[in-house]
């Protein structure tokens, strides 16, 4: 039988007095195999099958509740990679702790959410509460027992401030997660539950990793604990598989869904200015050129295999260095833009000088590349995959960008990756306030600066005579 906790939610409430009508269903009823299910189905079947998979007979509509809860909480329009999909992906192969961990691990996302989703305002008031650098977990919460289970797994404590970047997220979908099985999970059930979110705080470095340490003071006998750090770490490298991918194209798919998340003036794809898609690729570059592969995957208790560790810790070194140099051509491309932007009258949205992306009638917008001259190849030879990436673009387009990067596909071939990363210094400078615009534009290639501003006097009508007014001067001739 179930071991309850010493509290219990309204939702353990619930599943009594369904239990006590003998609403046991043995079965979901939404399981159709062979059937395409919507998001929310699919999340609904998933937890029914887990908690069948405990031996828990959980009924249907309470299931139902908890679905439809985790399916609002992953619905914001802000999301792009932290989705149903991704959730989902997790639960493939997954135990049934390992599902229902996969499933609530993201439903908290401050920052892209702006905020904790409504629907679960009632279970973390009590423990969290928002203030000026962040969120302080309160006293309630190492009173309430189903809590401070949590924050001893989490190693924390109340009166701490958390932020996003160190385990916010994760803390508060541990709280709710285990507050939402209640009665329902035992003691060592909601352990290892916690033990599975708390797994997915990423990029921490080993000496970081004390989980098994927590668990053993938590009275967790050797053999469990082995388990619970196998699934664990099962989850958490699930979690940051794309790192893994074979396909580049498919890794920056990934990485470029992230952008908005952590950008919200992306999250309005026609106005947001260069100045602002600017600054979300200056702040990815910055991430991903400061992280080591070595703290992207890790391996545990036996999990993976030497081998499988390798070929992913590899593989994540290979995709985060050409990513690295993906974002610096986009990033020199964009400083161009901005600085001709600066030059002319001032910050605009993006479009205002690229041209529209397209309409949903199919019909093609005037953009900068018809414009641009072929102005010959680089003295060096070029990288044919960075070249590949930035010309035939990423596996999608995302919600707030095109995939190809006609601009920096064009500096790419024409002046070669050396010479754009040595203006991506010389941008870095202008943007820590070293140096000015137009003194970035007056030592760029000619040619190539030139032929962009040219091309820009076709896009943008306001401001056509002080584009070609730069042309000229940039290249000797009098307007």
Known sequence: MIEAAQTCSTGCVLFRQTQARGYMPTRSPLMSPGTARSPVHRIIDALFGAVQGLGLGVPSLFVEKWGVAVHQALSSRAREFHTHQHVLDLTVDADPIET?????????????????????????E????????????????????TAKLVLDVFGHQAGQVLTPYNGLNELASGLVAA???????????????AACIEATIPFRPPEKLVLDARLAALGVQPTER?????????????????????????????????????????????????????????????????????????????EPSPEEHKRRVDAAARNIALAVRYMRCKLYSTAVVEALAVETGG???????????????????????????????????????????????????????????????????????????????????????????RAFLDVQPVHTTAAIAQAGANITDTRRELLLGIAARITGRKT
């Open 179 to 193: 507050k939402e099985m209640e009665g329902v999970f035992s003691h060592e059930q909601q352990l290892a539950l």
């Open 226 to 302: 082995t388990v619970m750090i196998r699934r664990a770490t099962r989850l958490a490298n699930n979690d940051v598989g794309n790192f893994a991918e074979k396909d580049p194209a498919a890794f920056l798919d990934n990485t470029w869904k992230l952008l908005p998340e952590t950008n919200p003036t992306l999250h309005t794809p026609n106005t947001y200015t260069v100045h602002e898609y600017r600054v979300a690729l200056l702040k990815m570059e910055g991430f991903l050129s400061s992280l080591a592969a070595s703290r992207v995957f890790r391996m545990q208790a036996g």
């Open 126 to 145: 009590p423990l969290i509460s928002r203030e000026k650098d962040g969120w302080r977990i309160l006293p309630h919460a190492a009173i309430d027992p």
């Open 100 to 124: 229902i961990a996969a499933l609530y691990h993201d439903i908290v996302y401050v920052q892209v959410d702006l905020g904790v989703p409504p629907h679960y305002n009632e279970i973390l």
């Open 347 to 437: 910050d605009a949205p993006l479009d205002l000088f690229m041209g529209g992306v397209g309409e949903p009638n199919g019909s093609r917008m005037r953009r900068i590349e018809q414009f641009l001259p072929e102005l010959g190849t680089p003295p060096e030879p070029i990288d044919t995959v960075l070249q590949s990436l930035l010309d035939a673009g990423r596996l999608n387009a995302s919600g707030f960008d095109m995939s190809p990067s006609p601009l920096a596909s064009f500096l790419h071939l024409t002046l070669g990756e050396r010479v754009m990363m040595e203006n991506v210094a010389r941008a870095r400078e202008w943007w820590a306030g070293n140096s000015t615009a």
